[in-house]
């Protein structure tokens, strides 16, 4: 899922190379200046149009973008709960 | 082959309406054909502008008049975004689509990025159409409305302000800058791709941005590409192509490949390849 996390911010945020040398500790709000609101929502619509899943706003806090780790771990529940539907 | 770029204002009920005209002048032939592309919405028009003439200069360049223009209340055309309604875009486009016909065009060749796809789709159903091209079309317009008003949530997650989000529906709500008004929004929100679609007997091509190596559409493209009828004239063409979202990009980006692949597409349905 990492890897996938990070081919999403990769293509969100236009990033190049640098997202290939992000970790799961990479800090996204405010550790990567590109990381706005528009590109929270980006994040968001990105997730919902790749695996057809829907993600409530009332799902999504700040830690939720913390860091890349924790971004991945949303994305893995969020696809997990829609599989067990 | 020297692209020249002509600005021009159309006259609307609501003033002035921006448009930007790319053309190669060629006094032996004239354009093989007019293309309107349609904006995206809000900050997503912003950020896709660029793309959008890139795409404009191809087209002159494979011989096309390539017609830009902001929807009233957006860029620089007139009015205040809080007064935009869908009546009024339907009619931009409209007349935009006249525009285009004047000169003796025939069939338009429409172009929809995001949002301007549901309203290319729709002018391509009550237009003489050539082909329609969709980039990484919205499906529905409540889905367009539910991710701009995200932004303000958003926005208070990146500001790290802890106060609980103001979502009461107010009768203009005041997002990312935007003045939305709830009438445009309810009105946006009966947006429907697929029901527009559906009689859709021209050339119609979907182009999705991808990050995937396999180069997959989205499960959502899928769904709506498979309630299409079989139609005598309707070939499809569906690709995801790789590279940047460059409609909500915070660096401006742009897809080249999406360009070329579009410039292809409408020479081909056109023949002249």
């Known amino acids: 899922m990492l890897a996938e996390t990070l081919s999403i911010l990769d293509r969100v945020l236009s990033l190049g190379e640098r997202a290939q040398h992000f970790t799961a500790d990479t800090p996204l709000l405010g550790g990567v200046a590109e990381f706005d609101s528009m590109a929270v929502v980006a994040v968001i619509t990105a997730i919902e149009e790749d695996y057809g899943i829907a993600v409530a706003d ?28 | ?45 912003n950020r896709s502008r660029r793309t ?25 055309s007139d009015g205040a975004f809080e007064d935009a309604r869908l009546a009024h875009w339907r009619d931009d486009v409209a007349q935009v689509a006249d ?9 338009i060749i429409w172009v929809g990025l995001r949002f301007g796809a549901l309203l290319a789709a729709e002018a391509a159903m009550a237009a003489d159409t050539r082909a329609l091209v969709l980039w990484q079309p919205a499906i529905e317009g409540a889905t367009v409305i539910s ?8 926005a208070k997650l990146v500001s790290k302000r802890d106060q609980a989000p103001n979502t009461a529906v107010q009768p203009v709500q ?25 009689s859709c007997v021209w050339p119609l ?5 991808t990050s995937r190596a396999d180069q997959t559409l989205s499960p959502a493209a899928t769904r709506v590409l ?15 192509i790789e590279g940047p979202a460059f409609w909500s990009t915070t660096e401006i980006s742009v897809s080249d490949a999406l360009v070329q692949a579009t410039t292809d597409f409408v020479t081909e349905a056109d023949g002249v390849a």
Not at chain 2, 6 to 33: H, I, K, N, W, Y
Not at chain 2, 147 to 154: C, E, G, I, S, V
């Open chain 2, 1 to 45: 082959m020297t692209v020249v770029r002509r600005p021009a204002f159309l006259e609307t009920p609501r003033g002035r309406l921006f448009m930007l005209e790319l053309a190669v002048p060629d006094r032996q032939s004239p354009p093989r054909g007019t293309a309107v592309i349609v904006p995206a919405f809000a900050e997503e028009m």
């Open chain 2, 99 to 107: 525009h285009a016909r004047a000169d003796g065009t025939e069939g």
């Open chain 2, 52 to 76: 959008c003439v890139l795409l404009a200069e191809r087209l002159a360049q494979s011989g096309y008049r390539a017609l830009l223009f902001d929807l009233s209340g957006t860029g620089d």
């Open chain 2, 226 to 240: 498979k309630t299409l009828p079989a139609s005598p004239g309707a070939r499809i063409h569906a690709q995801a």
């Open chain 1, 58 to 85: 009332d799902d999504v806090s700040a830690e939720t973008f913390e860091t890349v780790g924790s971004l991945a771990r949303f994305i893995e529940s969020k696809v997990d709960s829609s599989s067990d539907e």
């Open chain 2, 205 to 209: 091509a979907w182009f999705e941005m």
């Open chain 2, 174 to 198: 005041e997002i990312a800058g935007y003045a939305l008004a709830q009438t445009l929004a309810t009105d946006l929100a009966e947006l429907r791709l697929a029901s527009t679609l559906e």
């Open chain 2, 147 to 154: 991710q701009f008003r995200r932004l303000a949530t958003a």
